[in-house]
């Protein structure tokens, strides 16, 4: 009889741990989970915010490009009207 009772509280406690251990598994299985959703999202959110960055790069490299075509534009604008007035004060001169 008493080893009856002390079979039974043996194999209760061998349940109990085989529940703890099946329990320790599904966490473990959900936190790998978890955390493997977590890095994929701060795995977007990183790209999303190189891409952005990059945009923001490459649109201000158009605009300096722009500029700078604008500045040259500019330059041999005032370059051709220079040498318009030279060659007009150098034939006034020859006259």
């Known amino acids: ?5 002390i079979l039974n509280i043996i194999f209760s406690y061998a349940k109990a741990l085989d529940l703890e251990r099946v329990k320790f598994i599904e966490e473990t299985n959900n936190y790998s989970e978890i955390k493997k959703i977590e890095n994929e999202e701060r795995r977007k959110n990183l790209i999303q915010i190189e891409n952005f960055y990059t945009n923001k790069i490459v649109m201000l490299q158009d605009i300096l ?24 004060s150098s034939s006034f001169f020859r006259n």
């Open 1 to 5: 009889m008493i080893c009856n009772i």
């Open 65 to 88: 490009k722009k500029e700078k075509y604008e500045r040259e534009l500019q330059y041999r604008s005032q370059l051709q009207v220079i040498i318009l007035i030279l060659k007009k």
